[in-house]
């Protein structure tokens, strides 16, 4: 399978964009994503990249330590050269592209890169004061450990370098996500955005 190919077919069978909400675990990324897909004028299917990951076993096993599954990098980063992707996550692959060829998609991870450039018109980054998000994985009975790197991972503005590294500058949006009136806030300006690209990529 060749992760980076594309047509001008699969581009022109878009109705909806597809969007990328990703963020250090505990900013509020399925929640931001439930709400999109419920309030969207327009059918929107979220997709949890985190659960594929445990139901495709794309993983090497469950690390008491960390209370969470290890997921193997060569195993998920779809932008690797295909001849190292292994045949499970072609499969995952198979099953998403056609969904992505059409748009309507929200994608659900804590990280981003996973993605091929072409199948991606917005990528949301939830970000959180870090005081607030020690509190909301304590509230997960998330590992000190585990806490520790996130946190640390959200000061250090990890998923944002990396989003920005990924995807061109003017399609990755950082918008803070701490309170409810952020949560309706942002949800408010993805579809929005929503609305300007229906009217710039489909006919009138």
Same mark, same amino acid.
């Given at each position: 399978?060749? !992760?980076?190919?594309?047509?001008?077919?699969?581009?022109?069978?878009?109705?909806? &964009?597809?969007?990328? $909400?990703?963020? !250090? +675990?505990?900013?509020?990324? *399925? =929640? =931001?994503?439930?709400?999109?897909? @419920?309030? *969207? +004028?327009? +059918? %929107?299917?979220?997709?949890?990249?985190?659960?594929?990951?445990?139901?495709?076993?794309?993983?090497?096993?469950?690390?008491?330590?960390?209370?969470?599954?290890?997921?193997?990098?060569?195993?998920?980063?779809?932008?690797?050269?295909?001849?190292?992707?292994?045949?499970?996550? /072609?499969?995952? %692959?198979?099953?998403?592209?056609?969904?992505?060829? *059409?748009?309507?998609?929200?994608?659900?991870?804590?990280?981003?890169?996973?993605?091929?450039?072409?199948?991606?018109?917005?990528?949301?980054?939830?970000?959180?004061?870090? =005081?607030?998000?020690?509190?909301?994985?304590?509230?997960? #009975?998330? +590992?000190?450990?585990?806490?520790?790197?996130? #946190?640390?991972?959200? $000061?250090?503005? =990890?998923? %944002?370098?990396?989003?920005?590294?990924?995807?061109?500058?003017? $399609?990755? $949006?950082?918008?803070?996500?701490?309170? !409810? @009136?952020?949560?309706?806030?942002?949800? *408010?300006? /993805?579809?929005?955005?929503?609305?300007?690209?229906? !009217?710039?990529?489909? &006919?009138?």
């Amino acid at each position: 399978m060749d !992760t980076d190919s594309s047509t001008d077919d699969d581009l022109q069978q878009r109705t909806a &964009p597809v969007i990328v $909400i990703t963020g !250090t +675990p505990g900013t509020g990324k *399925s =929640t =931001t994503a439930a709400l999109l897909v @419920e309030q *969207s +004028p327009i +059918p %929107l299917k979220h997709i949890n990249v985190g659960d594929l990951v445990k139901l495709h076993g794309l993983h090497e096993g469950f690390d008491d330590e960390w209370q969470s599954y290890t997921v193997d990098e060569d195993k998920v980063n779809t932008q690797k050269l295909a001849s190292k992707v292994p045949l499970v996550l /072609i499969q995952v %692959l198979d099953e998403l592209e056609p969904l992505v060829a *059409s748009g309507g998609v929200v994608l659900d991870w804590h990280t981003c890169d996973i993605f091929p450039q072409r199948w991606v018109d917005l990528v949301i980054v939830l970000r959180c004061d870090h =005081t607030l998000l020690w509190e909301r994985l304590e509230k997960r #009975n998330y +590992p000190l450990k585990k806490i520790q790197e996130n #946190n640390t991972a959200e $000061i250090m503005q =990890t998923v %944002l370098d990396e989003a920005r590294e990924a995807y061109a500058a003017e $399609i990755v $949006i950082e918008l803070k996500s701490e309170t !409810t @009136e952020d949560l309706e806030g942002n949800v *408010s300006r /993805i579809l929005q955005w929503i609305e300007v690209w229906r !009217t710039d990529n489909l &006919p009138s």
